[in-house]
């Protein structure tokens, strides 16, 4: 039978969701601005620029309307749980291949920055509010030829803080990929950063939590230290 409660809230609650992916969409064509800023520690570019990625078939495309694009169909998709993109350092970007095409030895490490809603992830326990993630990943995968696009895919499937983690630290939570289980092929390692989005609330704040962070780690890879230094 249908609760009169929950049909009484649920075309608000909808409403508010709307608005939360709005915002979500808003911050990742700021952040996409702030990372190409020449004035960075690196200038770092994103994977896939006019879509995001989400815990579904395809990727949320990365448009007002906030479809997803299946075989170049837009249909209805309902709206995911998980947002988020991947970025490259633009000094590995040397000539017209699309950034998506370029193998993965070229490229090497990838930052990304993700969102959550806080709730509803068998993996995870739930958090009081939405969080965002933001990452540096060193993946390593079998073939180095796999083109970058389809190396943030699995780094998108196969991060999993809940089962291989291996230390904490700073704020930071460090873990390694484990290939050949359940068809991984990543063989490298991953830091990761948690915090409440709503920290997220001025341009200050974009370059405090996630610019800064991203932009200078990857600079200190692209000079040779370790990513647990």
């Known amino acids: 039978m249908m609760r009169k409660d929950i049909m009484e809230q649920i075309a608000e609650s909808y409403k508010v969701m709307l608005a939360y992916h709005q915002q979500i969409g808003s911050l ?3 952040l996409d601005n702030r990372f190409a800023s020449e004035q960075n520690a690196k200038k770092l570019l994103p994977i896939c620029a006019n879509k995001l990625f989400a815990v579904c078939d ?5 448009l007002d309307n906030y479809s997803l694009l299946n075989h170049q169909v837009p249909y209805d998709s309902g709206l ?3 947002l988020g993109r991947f970025y490259v350092n633009a000094d590995h970007l040397v000539d017209d291949t699309p950034i998506d095409d370029y193998p993965a030895k070229q490229v090497q ?3 990304f920055v993700w ?6 992830d068998p993996n995870l326990v739930d958090a009081d509010q939405p969080e965002c993630w933001i990452a540096i990943i060193d993946p390593q995968p079998t073939n180095p030829e796999t083109r970058i696009y389809d190396v943030a895919e699995m780094v998108w499937k196969w991060i999993r803080i809940e089962t291989t983690t291996e230390q904490e630290a700073d704020g930071w939570i460090f ?3 484990y290939p050949h289980e359940f068809g991984c092929e990543l063989n490298g390692s991953w830091q990761v950063k948690r ?3 709503q920290d997220i609330s001025s341009i200050y704040q974009i370059y405090q939590l996630i610019v800064n962070p991203l932009t200078e780690r990857i600079a200190q890879l692209a000079g040779g230290e370790s990513i647990k230094s």
């Open 109 to 111: 490490h990838l930052a």
């Open 175 to 177: 873990g390694r990929f």
């Open 195 to 197: 915090f409440p989005l």
């Open 28 to 30: 990742f064509k700021v």
């Open 58 to 62: 395809y990727q949320y495309m990365f």
């Open 115 to 120: 969102t959550w809603v806080g709730c509803d």
């Open 80 to 82: 995911p749980f998980w």
